[in-house]
């Protein structure tokens, strides 16, 4: 936050030359000093609700543990922007070949075959259900 001495360097000047009226100088401080004051309580008030947001984000996410030979499903991010109603969102079941310890999963298909790269295991939701059909 920047000092009042550069915000308003009219007042330092007319006092350190002398050629001001010491009750209008001193009102004009007094109002300089509330808004320090406010600008500090909207400061605060802001960090107040950042904190309050992240609580209830941290609150609501899901976390899933996930193993290895999991059956998974895979989110399809392309539907992130153009929600549809009728329109799948997961992709087809994969198997869990791997787990890194940043969170990032290598997939495969039901027939073994590797998925091209690794995804982020927040993309993923259980599979539930037999991975064979």
Not at 11 to 26: T, Y
Not at 112 to 118: A, I, M, N, Q
């Amino acid at each position: 936050m920047m000092p009042m001495e550069y915000i308003m360097p009219i007042i330092c000047i007319a006092a350190f030359i002398g050629m001001v009226d010491h009750r209008a100088l001193e009102e004009r401080l007094t109002q300089l000093m509330e808004l320090e004051e406010d600008r500090f309580l909207a400061g605060f008030h802001k960090q107040l609700q950042k904190e309050r947001e992240k609580s209830w984000h941290d609150q609501h996410i899901k976390l899933h543990m996930f193993k290895v030979n999991d059956s998974v499903l895979l989110y399809d991010s392309k539907f992130a922007m153009f929600v549809g109603r009728f329109q799948m969102h997961w992709l087809r079941p994969y198997i869990i070949k791997e787990i890194t310890n940043g969170g990032a999963v290598q997939l495969a298909n039901l027939n073994g075959e590797p998925f091209s790269r690794r995804v982020n295991g927040s993309r993923l939701k259980p599979y539930i259900g037999d991975p064979a059909q």
